[in-house]
């Protein structure tokens, strides 16, 4: 019998919600906001309404419930978000429970990264792969690590915080109390900081693609900051390389134009720092459901759940 | 009905194999030697004459299989040592087919430190929990990680590489091509070349226990050779937590008994490169099994794969 579920990607200032079917197919899709000031029962509300919406839509086939994907610490059995910068107003409620209750199917809460890279796996450059890493490189570092097929949690649910690792030991300082964090080395606001500090171009807050775009034009200070991006990324993939040894390493975010600036020292970092890497055929690849990686990794967690009680 | 197995573990010099029950109770232990200078024929017989020897001793119950710990890489579904710096004269044969043949019993080679890392698992320090890293502080630093009760092996069996995480961007150079690997600031042998270039003692080739003793009598040099051994470890060791968000990281080997020398600045490190860490109950502990670890975890393989198969 055919089935569908509905995948929902919750960020700090809207929401998506789409309905797949089990072979990842995209059947309808609406969006809506989450402003925080409207309050925490108008954003749950929003986010039963979207579902609704689409299950009003008569869509075939049985509904298999709801994955919903949130940029911060999930407690996976209780449903809760525990941590979220952006959505502070829904830590520490019940909101899995409230909103199954609401709507009387079954919901799963995911953090945002791991939905990603999940997604990713199902249907993205991962789909010919069991394990493997996504690294969202957006504000921060986002990581989601997929091991045979499911997302790997930790005993809490905080597995793959990648944007943490420590590449320089002395490097720039982090929120979270460390110094030389990837994510403050190789995110795209590192990207924008770094080019601030080399003075590429006279223009207060420039943006990553700013700088891209410099560097495209044979800038050679901010082909220099992507190089020095690429060097930190190189260093943290290579120690993910000699740790899990999978076949697939994946980048996503808006740094991803900038590839050919970036690439290049990330990759001499890699081969120089790990040797499962220069002897065996491991992938480090473009991410290819951009920003509907979230949605279609939320969207399969109630296929996969099903799956495995069977 | 109760059941027997034999764990091998297959050194560059000798070889110890042990009969376990499925409690992990020693019922009988043998070893023998493995100089490489008598060939390859002879090592392959000492390691089946072994085992007959312990199956010989009429030990009660059915027996269940073998497995063997090797220092190096294993391609584990073909059963061949790829690579082992101690065993090169075992690389590229159908080792475990040989031995199967030989025994008609089924045989599973595993990594050595894969190897000790289920065996703390199984009966050792992380009996109480189903995640775990091992580090083995030795000549270098080997790695075993256990996810689910199980190693995790990677596509290729290359996974646990942790003696190759970079943890000193521009650190003393590594055989592996690498500068910085966490094995050469924190292995049994960094802490002698530490020693040395700290001349710590006159005399020449001392051992991490030599420097040890002096750090406990109080010598200044000494203790400072431990804190940055100690510094690299707690680099190396929130990395891990952020990655995995396992409950337990495990220590093993020769430098240990240097715990209150090492383990206070590895612990600032890893408090303040971890939120994960600080904000969760994450244990680093010594491990239980000394050099047992190895023989145990090796006798556990056959009765997991048989519990697999169910």
């Known amino acids: 019998m055919t089935e569908y579920s509905i995948g929902v990607d919750l960020g700090g200032t809207n929401l998506r919600a789409a309905a797949v079917d089990q072979d990842g197919k995209l059947l309808a899709q609406v969006s809506a906001s989450t402003s925080p000031e409207k309050g925490r029962e108008h954003v749950i509300g929003e986010i039963v309404d979207s ?15 709801v994955g919903i994907g949130v940029p911060g610490f999930i407690l996976m059995e209780q449903g809760i978000i ?14 899995r429970d409230e909103i199954e209750n609401r709507l009387g199917a079954p919901v799963i809460l995911e953090n945002d990264a791991n939905a990603a890279a999940l997604g990713e796996s199902w ?10 890493v996504l690294l969202t490189l957006g504000t921060g570092i986002g990581g989601g690590i997929v091991y045979k097929g499911h997302i790997m949690h930790g005993f809490l649910g905080m597995a793959g915080e990648l944007g943490h690792i420590t590449v320089v030991p002395n490097g720039n300082p982090c929120g979270c109390g460390n110094v030389g964090c990837l994510e403050k080395h190789a995110s795209a606001t590192a990207i924008t900081c770094l080019a601030e500090l080399m003075k590429v171009t006279p223009h207060p807050n420039p943006t990553a693609e700013d700088i891209f775009k410099l560097a495209r034009a044979g800038d050679v ?7 020095s991006m690429g060097e930190a990324l190189g260093i943290g993939i290579a120690t993910l390389i000699n740790t899990f040894n999978f076949p697939l390493y994946l980048l996503s975010g808006g740094p991803l134009p900038a590839w050919d600036y970036f690439a290049p020292v990330m990759l001499e970092q890699v081969t120089r720092r790990s040797f499962t890497f220069r002897n065996t055929k491991t992938r480090i690849e473009k991410a290819k459901l951009g920003n509907q990686a979230g949605l279609f990794g939320a969207a399969f967690l109630p296929f996969q759940a099903q799956r495995d009680r069977l």
């Open 82 to 95: 525990l941590n979220s910068n952006n959505l502070a107003f829904l830590e520490n409620i019940p909101l």
């Open 221 to 227: 200070k901010a082909q220099q900051v992507f190089r």
């Open 51 to 65: 579902i609704q919406k689409l299950r009003s839509k008569q869509i075939q086939g049985r509904f298999a419930g």
């Open 123 to 132: 249907i993205g450059a991962g789909a010919d792969v069991d394990d493997l």
